[in-house]
């Protein structure tokens, strides 16, 4: 079973910074790819970046390239988001995801098998 618990989430300016942790049961960074999804009310949770568990290759959605930098330290079993430029269209609650396959549709909630339980962001003048 694995235990994904996030952190770092808050009020914040619009402009401003937060840096987001997922911490991971040991070892699920060896063998999982690891997601950022966000959640905004009365929307469908979308995929904000994942990183490769092979060759730690990332990727972002357009709308945060640029700003947001997901970043992962194996020694931890942690993965982070660092969000700057924060703009009021990233207010949601952002979640880390685990998926143990590592082909297929890396880009979809419903592909991954592990979800932590939440983190909000809000940002607000």
């Known amino acids: 079973q694995v235990q994904l618990v996030e952190s770092g989430g808050g009020l914040v300016q619009p402009g401003g910074s937060l840096r987001l942790s997922c911490v991971a049961s040991?070892?699920?960074?060896?063998?999982?790819?690891m997601g950022w999804f966000r959640q905004a009310p009365g929307k469908e949770r979308e995929l904000v970046s994942r990183?490769?568990?092979?060759?730690?290759?990332?990727y972002y959605i357009d709308s945060v390239k640029g700003r947001f930098t997901m970043t992962r330290d194996m020694t931890k079993d942690t993965v982070y988001l660092q969000m700057d430029n924060l703009k009021s269209e990233d207010t949601a609650a952002y979640y880390c995801?685990?998926?143990?396959?590592?082909?297929?549709?890396?880009?979809?909630?419903?592909?991954?098998?592990?979800w932590g339980q939440g983190t909000q962001v809000t940002v607000s003048s």
């Open positions: 040991a070892g699920t960074l060896t063998h999982y790819n």
């Open positions: 990183v490769r568990r092979l060759n730690g290759l990332t």
């Open positions: 995801a685990a998926r143990l396959a590592d082909y297929g549709d890396m880009d979809r909630a419903r592909g991954y098998d592990y």
